[in-house]
């Protein structure tokens, strides 16, 4: 079966440097979840997508920018990037929990950025 | 505010032992809840969800958790632990209200041969 896939699996980039995280969701899914897990953390909520249009917001620094194009993949956009920048980030996609109630997220395998 | 608790940040049980791993959410709405599971250097596994079609819900690899609506709890289970179930265990919400999914803080599972 289809997954989340997201690339690149590893980035190094230095410091004031930019990146951008892609995120392929399974077919059909229509949201998608940006979340960021530092070393040893829980992973904290980013910002979600649905239906193209930015359906929920968390603590996503204003250097950080997100998108869902028409065919439903996204793209996180970082830039001047920082050492705490340094993180997995997961990308996740589902069926809009709105519509539908105990809708699961399907994770993907995650980027591992680090920054230095 | 809408939140999910982890009672425990570490739990260390020997093999062939029962696992608990506890959960606790905190809502004024009906939450829809999960348990992930991650191994190191790995993506979130999905491991059961309460779908309100019972309130004991089996997932894979002998995993079960019970919603205790007078409780808020959605504790986790296993009868006999394996070492291949050392890993980080979350627990999750979500709402239909919002469009996220709030992570408990894990906890850390470690099973000792």
């Known amino acids: 079966a289809a997954g989340v896939i997201q690339s690149p699996r590893h980035l190094i980039k230095e410091k004031r440097e930019t990146a951008t995280l892609k995120c392929y969701p399974i077919?059909?899914?229509?949201?998608v979840y940006w979340y960021q897990q530092g070393p040893g953390q829980d992973p904290q909520f980013l910002i979600s997508?649905?239906?193209?249009?930015?359906?929920d917001k968390g603590s996503i620094p204003d250097r950080f920018s997100a998108q869902q194009f028409s065919d439903y993949h996204s793209e996180l956009n970082m830039s001047s990037l920082e050492l705490g920048d340094s993180a997995l980030y997961f990308c996740?996609?589902?069926?809009?929990?709105?519509?539908?109630?105990?809708?699961?997220?399907?994770f993907g395998q995650g980027t591992r950025l680090t920054v230095v | 505010a809408q939140s999910v608790t982890q009672l425990d940040s570490h739990v260390s049980v020997s093999e062939g032992t029962p696992v608990l791993l506890r959960c606790n959410y905190s809502s004024s709405y009906s939450p829809s809840l999960f348990w992930y599971v991650q191994h190191p250097n790995k993506g979130l596994q999905l491991l059961l969800k309460y779908t309100s079609a019972a309130t004991l819900v089996k997932g894979i690899n002998g995993f079960e958790a019970e919603f205790k609506k007078s409780e808020t709890s959605f504790h986790l289970t296993k009868p006999s632990a394996h070492m291949s179930d050392a890993a980080e265990y979350f627990c999750?919400?979500?709402?239909?209200?919002?469009?996220?999914?709030?992570f408990g803080t894990g906890t850390s599972l470690t099973v000792i041969p």
């Open positions: 997508f649905y239906e193209k249009m930015q359906s």
């Open positions: 996740a996609s589902s069926l809009f929990p709105g519509l539908k109630a105990n809708t699961e997220a399907f």
């Open positions: 077919p059909r899914h229509d949201t």
């Open positions: 999750v919400v979500s709402y239909q209200t919002g469009n996220q999914f709030y």
